[in-house]
T-cell receptor, first 110, second 115 residues
Framework: RKEVEQDPGPFNVPEGATVAFNCTYS??????FFWYRQDCRKEPKLLMS???SGNEDGRFTAQLNRASQYISLLIRDSKLSDSATYLC???????????FGTGTRLKVLA | NAGVTQTPKFQVLKTGQSMTLQCAQD?????MSWYRQDPGMGLRLIHY???????DQGEVPNGYNVSRSTTEDFPLRLLSAAPSQTSVYFC??????????????FGSGTRLTVV
């Protein structure tokens, strides 16, 4: 089983829709979680950290479920510019290794 | 503020050649790492460093060497290039190595083709 797993998609949604992605992780000792966005042929860019209590940044909401070992990203009112690949990243406690999922591709359609 | 700078942006090597991918950051970050990204495989950690003079292996270290003589620089050396090392390479840095994590800043990548 991979340490971090994501549905590759693509998720095709119309503008204005709400879309959610999940990411599961296998190491219960994982302690730091992030979502990154990657545009085609570009470097990944940090979208947001994921905190235990959940956190929101504008149209984006991230949640952590430790019991079921997954994190989620919710995007409300999708824009064409949200089209990208979304990567989840996990770091286990006591290590310095950040492990990436393979990414979920989102296409927002006009 | 340049952030993380990678050179070269593109490179074509012949099988068996060696080369060094350069990475420099000007943010005084302690933590630096190298990833490779291949279609369907996501980003895989090659090597990382938690400070000058300290390096360790990631998920896919074979065929690569690193060193960290200064906080700013973290070069990646391909010892004898193989077609399987054709990939996009990203260098990344992060402010600290403690239990609290701040996430990475990535360089713009090096696209390497080995023929």
């Amino acid at each position: 089983r991979k340490e971090v797993e994501q549905d590759p998609g693509p998720f095709n949604v119309p503008e204005g829709a709400t879309v959610a992605f999940n990411c599961t992780y296998s190491n219960s000792a994982s302690q730091s979680f992030f979502w990154y966005r990657q545009d085609c042929r570009k470097e990944p860019k940090l979208l947001m950290s994921v905190y235990s209590s959940g956190n929101e940044d504008g149209r984006f909401t991230a949640q952590l479920n430790r019991a079921s070992q997954y994190i989620s990203l919710l995007i409300r009112d999708s824009k064409l510019s949200d089209s990208a690949t979304y990567l989840c990243v996990v770091r286990a406690s006591g290590t310095y290794k950040y492990i990436f999922g393979t990414g979920t591709r989102l296409k927002v359609l006009a | 503020n340049a952030g993380v700078t990678q050179t070269p942006k593109f490179q074509v090597l012949k099988t068996g050649q060696s080369m060094t991918l350069q990475c420099a950051q000007d943010m005084n970050h302690e933590y630096m790492s190298w990833y490779r990204q291949d279609p369907g495989m996501g980003l895989r950690l090659i090597h990382y460093s938690v400070g000058a003079g300290i390096t360790d292996q990631g998920e896919v270290p074979n065929g690569y060497n690193v060193s960290r003589s200064t906080t700013e620089d973290f070069p990646l050396r391909l010892l004898s290039a193989a077609p399987s090392q054709t990939s996009v390479y990203f260098c990344a840095s992060s402010p600290n190595t403690g239990e609290k994590s701040y996430g990475y800043t990535f360089g713009s990548g090096t696209r390497l083709t080995v023929v």
